[in-house]
């Protein structure tokens, strides 16, 4: 990976790093995910496509993700059957104390109603919340839009705690986003700045911690409600003057123009991009 990186960095980017850079990562290999993204077949079981097709394995436990992920992944694969709603994905989140929320994306395409949907939801989720623990809240999203909320949702984590939920983006693990404000903040220390510019920001892991190091952020990010999230975070820590949470979509906005109508001169640029890469 920092052989690769290095590679990138000149051929994409023109900056020649005279060392490959230090890649961090969890030492554990096993059992620390908190975070997956899940397939169902036709019989409502969740598992993951096959390498190279859009054909569902079934499977019941992943050794990288958490004990309580995986129980989670076991208990809806027993109970998922009784709900009526065509699903095409649902994506799991682990908590640090063991929990689980989970979001539901029904298929594109379904032609049942959005008012019966939200039903048929609460129809199951009701009777059975005892049964699901350690699963304790389902967002239910169609068109990446959240139609219902059931039980609780969000999760806390991370220093300064952030608000997060299923459907929206988590680092693969929290010991990894641990390592990676780690990382961040080093940096930041090294060349302490006043104006950061964060793109991809998503919920604010990293611009909050950096704004409570002194810094004045603006985050960037085309997600609407991972943005609404990193506010009310920001509330929280009384950092609402520091960071800015802003929407900008880069494959219908320019960086360089944005950059050119600012108010501010940025000093520092902060980049976590997707795994797509950088549009």
């Known amino acids: 990976k920092s052989q690769i990186l290095q590679q990138v960095m000149q051929r994409v980017g023109k900056i020649h790093l005279e060392e490959a850079p230090c890649i961090r990562a969890p030492e554990e290999r096993y059992g620390g ?6 397939q169902v077949d036709r019989h409502q079981r969740l598992g993951l496509y096959q390498r190279g ?5 079934p499977i019941e436990h992943c050794p990288v993700a958490t004990e309580g992920v995986n129980r989670a992944w076991a208990i809806l694969n027993e109970h998922l059957s009784a709900l009526h709603l065509s699903l095409q994905e649902v994506r799991l989140l682990g908590a640090s104390d063991g929990s689980v929320v989970a ?3 029904i298929k594109r395409g379904s032609k049942l109603s959005t008012p019966k949907a939200k039903k048929e939801l609460e129809r199951w989720w009701r009777p059975r919340q ?5 699963l304790r809240g389902v967002e239910l999203l169609q068109a990446n839009n959240v139609l219902l909320e059931v039980g609780h949702t969000i999760l806390k984590e991370g220093k300064p705690d952030t608000m997060y939920r299923p459907s929206g983006f988590a680092q693969a693990s929290w010991v990894g986003n641990a390592l990676l404000v780690e990382e961040v903040l080093a940096a930041y220390r090294r060349n302490p700045v006043r104006n950061i510019l964060e793109m991809y920001a998503g919920c604010g892991n990293l611009s909050l911690a950096l704004a409570q190091e002194g810094a004045y952020v603006w985050a960037l990010d085309s997600n ?4 609404q999230d990193g506010q009310i975070s920001a ?3 009384q950092l609402q003057q520091q960071v800015q ?3 900008f979509d880069d ?5 360089p123009v944005y950059c050119e109508h600012a108010d501010v001169d940025f000093e520092m640029l902060v980049l976590d991009p997707p795994r797509r890469g950088i549009a």
């Open 245 to 247: 949470f802003e929407v």
């Open 130 to 134: 005892g049964e699901l623990m350690p």
């Open 235 to 237: 509330k929280a820590h």
């Open 103 to 105: 979001s539901f994306h």
């Open 224 to 227: 609407v409600q991972a943005l």
């Open 53 to 57: 097709t859009k054909n569902v394995v």
């Open 33 to 38: 995910r908190t975070r997956l993204r899940l």
């Open 251 to 255: 494959h219908h906005n320019s960086l």
